[in-house]
């Protein structure tokens, strides 16, 4: 069936980065892109950016500009996104979740969710 | 970019009741070359990730009970719970995804009186 399995938890210190990873699996991968989502504790959701696993299209919130890289890795079916220069309010759940392969108007909304990976900010 | 607000923020029922959640879009997320509105509903429960109710505003997610119904069109959304069961207990969000940046309501915290 269609998974999304993420990578496991972490914890960093101010300053640093991490990258987190979402294997694909029971589709197409190229056939999607993926959005990033995290969640604060306690808190709702935002929406961080949007990868085409087709052309390698991307959009990231703005927010998050300079610090937020997105990637896909075809020959894994992985997708990736790293957060630099990591701050106490990027405490949170991350997921990947599926999304279209091509920008608006083809987004589709969040069929499928990977489990969440929590990164935890803290000195 | 689009704000999505939704109310109530927290709503307590008894079970049998009828349960409504509404969400407003700061713009229209109809997009005339198809008629769809661009707009999804999402059920949380503590500890999970979210899981699609409901796309294209009306759409029912498959495996998704029946007593869940979404309604609405341009910038006034509707969920509908029918008839409330204990397990329904969790948040939802309404998230447009019209145009990046895609966004979320602040979500609604439903729970059994």
């Known amino acids: 069936q269609v998974r999304l399995v993420q990578s496991g938890a972490e914890v960093k210190k101010p300053g640093a980065s991490v990258k987190v990873s979402c294997k694909a699996s029971g589709y197409t991968f190229t056939n999607f892109g993926f959005s990033w989502v995290r969640q604060a504790p306690g808190q709702g959701l935002e929406w961080m950016g949007w990868?085409?696993?087709?052309?390698?299209?991307?959009n990231y919130a703005q927010k998050l500009q300079g610090r937020v890289t997105m990637s896909t890795d075809t020959s894994t079916n992985t997708a990736y996104m790293e957060l630099r220069s990591l701050r106490y309010d990027d405490t949170a759940v991350y997921y990947c979740?599926?999304?279209?392969?091509?920008?608006?108007?083809?987004?589709?909304?969040?069929?499928?969710w990977g489990q969440g990976t929590m990164v935890t900010v803290s000195s | 970019d689009i704000v999505m607000t939704q109310s109530p923020d927290s709503l307590a029922l008894s079970l049998g009741e009828r349960a409504t959640i509404n969400c407003k879009s700061s713009?229209?997320?109809?997009?005339?070359?198809?008629?769809?509105?661009?707009l999804a509903w999402y059920q949380q429960k503590p500890g999970q990730p979210p899981k699609m109710l409901i796309y294209w505003a009306s759409t029912r997610e498959s495996g998704v009970p029946d007593r869940f119904s979404g309604s609405g069109s341009g910038t006034d959304f509707t969920l509908t719970i029918s008839s409330l069961q204990a397990e329904d207990v969790a948040v939802y969000y309404c998230?447009?995804?019209?145009?990046?940046?895609?966004?979320f309501g602040q979500g609604t915290k439903l729970e059994i009186k």
């Open positions: 713009q229209s997320v109809l997009y005339s070359s198809n008629n769809k509105n661009y």
């Open positions: 990868i085409s696993a087709y052309n390698g299209n991307i």
């Open positions: 979740a599926r999304d279209a392969s091509v920008g608006p108007p083809h987004f589709s909304g969040f069929h499928i």
């Open positions: 998230q447009q995804y019209y145009s990046a940046p895609q966004s």
